[in-house]
């Protein structure tokens, strides 16, 4: 398996992501809470908890209710129907893509360097917190280029225990087919200004076919600041 998508009910913590076909590595895992319908703000952060293996995770926040779910995102090294690998660059359909795993062991600003270029100077980029428990502050992007991002928050731990997951993907929109069912998988990304409190709504370059799972991750620009 190189990809895995899906949405998790949380009435209970932590939630228990199984994947239905095993990674040949431990995948990188992205998650961003749903509250369907409710114009409110979480309580807690959704962190991965350690460790990740190859057949699942756990994730945990104080957050739930009969209408509060989890979008998890879980990506492996592998190439497969949804990652393509051309001369070292991993990409979905068109979009290049960089992801990893970060040992975060001091506190404040941290930068990830990619193991590629990709096309976008400004890459599109999610980041969720992997720890023990629930951690108290949001891993916050502060800058993107090709080659390289940089984060922020007060998380770190000095073992290495503490760590940061992170997709970075190209600006546009793509699909890929899997070999498996045939079907076709649109994916579009972007950012939002978000200039006020509350709520915002994002308008989509091209319709979806079906309501999509969203991803969401914070970037302040240039600012080191907690959330």
């Known amino acids: 398996m190189s990809i895995y ?3 998790q009910q949380r009435t209970s913590d932590p939630i228990s992501v199984n994947f239905p076909t095993p990674f040949d590595q431990a995948p990188v895992v992205l998650m961003t809470p749903f509250w369907k319908g409710e114009a409110k703000s979480v309580a807690s952060i959704e962190t991965v908890i350690t460790p990740i293996t190859t057949e699942g995770c756990k994730i945990s926040s104080g957050n739930q209710a009969s209408d509060y779910w989890v979008n998890v995102l879980a990506i492996g090294n592998e190439p497969g129907s949804a990652i393509s ?22 506190a404040g600003l941290t930068t990830i360097n990619f ?8 890459p599109v980029v999610l980041l969720a917190p992997q720890w023990t428990s629930p ?5 916050c992007l502060v800058g993107s280029a090709a080659s390289e991002i940089t984060t ?11 760590s940061i997951e992170y997709l970075a993907a190209d600006r546009g929109t793509s699909s890929f087919q899997d070999s498996t069912t045939g079907r076709f ?3 579009e990304t972007g950012t939002y200004n978000k200039a006020g409190s509350g709520l915002y709504r994002v308008y989509f370059q091209s319709p979806f076919s079906a309501p999509p799972i969203v991803f969401l991750s914070s ?9």
Do not use: C
């Open 5 to 7: 998508i899906t949405q």
């Open 85 to 106: 690998t051309d001369n070292g660059t991993r990409s979905f359909g068109k979009l290049g893509i960089n992801a990893g795993v970060h040992a975060k062991t001091q």
């Open 115 to 122: 193991g590629g270029t990709l096309k976008s100077n400004d």
């Open 135 to 139: 951690v108290s502050y949001t891993e």
């Open 152 to 162: 922020y928050s007060q998380n770190m731990a000095p073992s290495g225990a503490y």
């Open 185 to 187: 998988t649109q994916i």
């Open 219 to 227: 970037w302040w620009n240039g600012t080191q600041g907690d959330l």
